[in-house]
């Protein structure tokens, strides 16, 4: 694991290796993806004319704390599609963010745009339980993961069908990223270390990312002209949660926010 996370980012990992182990103990050694759905190309679904939105459902946050009162990952799913959502995130963390797998696999039975599951991966394990449930992509954190877990990792995630979103925040990140050669990069304007949100950190890395990658936006994107800014920077797609789940109308905020 890298070093110099916050105390919030260890309890959240410390969590997840506690469930990991847990998982291993109960689960068969052999996970069949018979029953699965097929994988839809979230890569693809980012590439257009327009900035992306990629739509997060997600309860609560240890930054925002509770964002949907009886929240209903499916009915919210279904309200974003319909509103220009390229594609979803959802969350499957369940102490800090209310997520669940269960989210995960009744949105994708009730949606045909991909979705992303997000969790803080650290065991391939993690990455069987995504495909099962139905994920078309997963999400890396570099953050929390070594060189060689996140090599290791990517190459699952990829030979699972998946796609994999390596999510940095800094020059150092980026450089570790980059090894890899991915095909998608998120670039966090939360520094999950501080949980504070800096939105120039997507115009001071974006620059150094190659052309043949896809560049995700994510944290603090609130506006069209966010969006505006985001497409003059060559960004591919927005990831947004918090400001459509506190959007007063989040349905005309969805439809701003995916200019559709």
Request: charged share 25%; proline share 5%; aromatic share 4%.
């Amino acid at each position: 694991m890298a070093t110099h996370t916050a105390p919030i980012l260890d309890r959240i990992v410390e969590s997840r290796r506690a469930w990991v182990e847990e998982l291993k103990a109960k689960r068969p050694q052999d996970r069949t993806f018979a029953d699965s759905p097929a994988v839809r190309d979230f890569r693809q679904a980012l590439l257009g004319e327009r900035v992306a939105l990629i739509a997060e459902c997600k309860e609560r946050s240890p930054s925002g704390g509770l964002l949907q009162p009886g929240y209903n990952p499916v009915a919210l799913a279904r309200r974003y599609m319909a509103n220009g959502a390229s594609a979803l995130s959802v969350l499957t963390e369940p102490h800090f963010f209310g997520g669940s797998l269960e989210h995960l696999r009744a949105v994708r039975s009730a949606v045909d745009i991909p979705i992303l599951c997000k969790d803080f991966v650290i065991d391939p394990v993690q990455l069987t339980e995504a495909r099962v449930a139905g994920a078309d992509a997963v999400l890396l954190i570099v953050a929390i993961l070594g060189d060689g877990e996140l090599r290791s990792l990517y190459r699952q995630a990829i030979g699972l069908g998946m796609s994999a979103v390596v999510e940095v925040h800094d020059g150092a990140e980026l450089d570790r990223a980059l090894a890899i050669e991915p095909a998608i990069i998120g670039i966090n304007n939360r520094d999950l270390t501080k949980m504070q949100t800096n939105k120039s950190t997507t115009a001071r890395l974006r620059a150094r990312i190659p052309p043949t990658c896809v560049v995700i936006s994510e944290s603090g994107i609130d506006s069209r002209k966010d969006i505006d800014e985001l497409a003059r920077l060559g960004v591919d797609a927005a990831l947004v949660g918090e400001s459509l789940l506190r959007a007063p109308d989040l349905d005309a905020k969805a439809r701003e926010l995916s200019g559709r």
